[in-house]
């Protein structure tokens, strides 16, 4: 064969391809998830170039700067319609921006800055070798208790790295309820796990139950993944594409224009229900319901408490949300299959959380039940199928997040020569020792029992009224029992507090810095004034309560 000849097939091989488009990206609408991504790149190259002296308190800025800027960007694109009239997909369909999606950023993005306060807290130890600590380990890479680790608490160093992780952590909980695509889902998930399992193995005291708690955490939660992703294989299978939409429709029967390859599975009911059930399983990890909760306690009671009361709010916060869009946007076809089921998963998330926390004996295993609890009433507004159910979720998981960090910042407070005194023997008495921290935690624990005046009646009265109007009136009895048995456990360890002798040898209460006391007083402020006049926020919630479809 000629040159020429060769040379001619060639050309006409080359003809026929067009020119691949660059994708379309609408970078004003996903301006807050980039701003929170960008500064956590940022926050690494400070790591590499910052000398080490200064290194904490450009992290502190760049962290509070960024999220700062975020939350004006949602707040912008909010007062834009982007929320209401203006809401649409933006990304080439990978991204949802609509009102539920910016309410949950904001909320993610305000949690986020609370956490980076009470990750910055340096006043809590004793200056330890000339230099103030933190709460987590002086070099992470060090094996507990050993030369290298005793000679990185004596040169002063600081693990600074927990701030980028932590923007890392917030930029793919802003993707995961916005996701709308399965890989976009999916991709969000692996980002906000990974820095959290890092984070969790960081405690600088009782080194060794943080890094197991942080084993555990990463296993499980590796399970969860695979399972999410075999769910998502199958829905493709199902339905030829990742696309919520596209989903929707085949559940539906709307479709128009069926791939002749995909044909032959379309519409096999199988793979739709055994791979909703699985991502939906993943999501329901994520939450802490039960059946899988099991991770909660143990990892909630080893992670560096800052970082638990972060994980507490945020991850809650992005997994509910992405939870309803599943639900309310790609299976409302499906909504006879999966109703019973998550009923079924509230009411023993519901009633597990609470009867299992009235035995523990230690405070942050206690929180870590009564957020299982939690995670039952939020399913209550879930299951609502309503307009009213995803606005009184909204405004739940904004309430609740202020609370949880707020409580796990006065739990870091409360120490003794060990560290943090989490142990509830050892709270008696607090409230007449210190009075002040004493009734700031009962204010908390109030609020977590759904005693009116607080964030969370207001809450739960909006969850279970949805719930009962959508026709889940039996799952409104099970949640009031379960309140009842949770305020059992709460208001005990109010009596402890104030009712009992304090111990001689007890521990006593570190005075914070302005981050955590800020930390707290915000929690404080919200719990309140969502108590006593929620009725703002509650419009608030029902406005952004539309998905995009």
């Known amino acids: 064969m000629s040159a020429a000849a060769v040379h001619s097939l060639w050309t006409m091989a080359a003809e026929p391809i067009d020119k691949i488009d660059a994708p379309k990206i609408e970078y004003g609408q996903l301006s807050p998830t980039l701003i929170v991504i960008g500064a956590a790149i940022v926050g690494i190259l400070v790591e590499a170039f910052v000398p080490r002296k200064s290194r904490y308190y450009v992290q502190v800025f760049v962290s509070v ?63 330890a070798h000339g230099n103030r600590v933190d709460s987590f380990a002086a070099q992470a890479a060090s094996v507990p208790g050993s030369d290298s680790e005793k000679a990185a608490v004596k040169a002063g160093f600081t693990t600074t790295e927990v701030f980028p992780l932590l923007l890392f952590a917030i930029g793919g909980m802003l993707i995961f309820p916005a996701a709308n695509d399965l890989l976009t889902l999916f991709i969000a998930l692996e980002v906000l796990s990974l820095p959290l399992y890092l984070l969790c193995a960081l405690a600088r005291r009782k080194r060794i139950m943080s890094q197991e708690a942080a084993v555990k955490y990463f296993l499980l939660g590796a399970f969860a993944s695979a399972f999410t992703l075999f769910g998502i294989a199958l829905l493709y299978g199902y339905a030829g594409s990742v696309s919520y939409a596209t989903i929707a429709q085949v559940v539906d029967g709307t479709i128009e224009t069926v791939n002749p390859a995909l044909a032959g599975t379309m519409g096999n009911d199988a793979l739709l229900l055994i791979g909703a059930a699985m991502v939906v399983m993943g999501l329901l990890f994520k939450v802490g319901a ?31 949300g992405a939870l309803l869009r599943l639900l309310y946007v790609v299976l ?23 009867i299992v926390a009235i035995t523990q004996t230690d405070i942050k295993r206690l929180l870590a039940y009564s957020s299982i609890a939690h995670a039952g009433f939020i399913l209550a507004g879930v299951i609502a199928t309503t307009p009213d159910g995803v ?33 509830l023997s050892k709270w008696a008495g607090l409230g007449r020792r210190s009075p002040l921290v004493a009734a700031v935690f009962a204010v908390f624990l109030l609020a977590f029992a759904g005693i009116p005046l607080t964030s969370g009646f207001a809450g739960k009265f909006a969850v279970f009224k949805a719930a009962a109007e959508g026709g889940a009136g039996a799952l409104v ?36 810095s302005p981050l955590t006391m800020t930390a707290i007083a915000m929690g404080v402020a919200v719990t309140l004034v969502l108590g006593v006049a929620p009725q703002y926020f509650l419009d608030l919630a029902g406005q952004a309560g539309v998905f995009v479809r």
């Open 65 to 127: 700067v960024a999220l700062a800027a975020a939350f004006a960007a949602v707040v912008g694109l909010a007062a834009g319609g982007y929320g209401t009239t203006k809401a649409g997909i933006a990304a080439m369909g990978a991204i949802a921006v609509d009102g539920p999606a910016l309410f949950l950023q904001g909320t993610i993005l305000l949690a986020g800055i609370l956490g980076v306060f009470t990750f910055a807290e340096r006043r809590l130890d004793p200056v």
């Open 391 to 423: 606005s009184s979720v909204l405004f739940y998981l904004g309430a609740y997040s202020f609370v949880t960090i707020g409580a796990f910042a006065v739990v870091t407070l409360v120490r003794d020569a060990g560290g943090e005194a989490t142990h």
């Open 477 to 512: 009895v099970v949640g009031v029992i379960s309140s009842a048995i949770a305020a059992f456990f709460y208001i005990r360890v109010i009596v402890l507090m104030f009712f009992s002798e304090p111990r001689p040898e007890g521990p006593t209460v570190a005075v914070p």
């Open 290 to 320: 039960v059946p899988f909760h099991m991770w909660t306690p143990d990892v909630y009671q080893g992670a560096p408490t800052p970082v638990t009361g972060f994980m507490a709010a945020a991850t809650k916060v992005a997994a509910f």
């Open 332 to 354: 409302p076809g499906l909504r006879w299959d999966w109703r019973p089921v998550m009923m079924a998963v509230a009411i023993v998330t519901m009633l597990g959380g609470a």
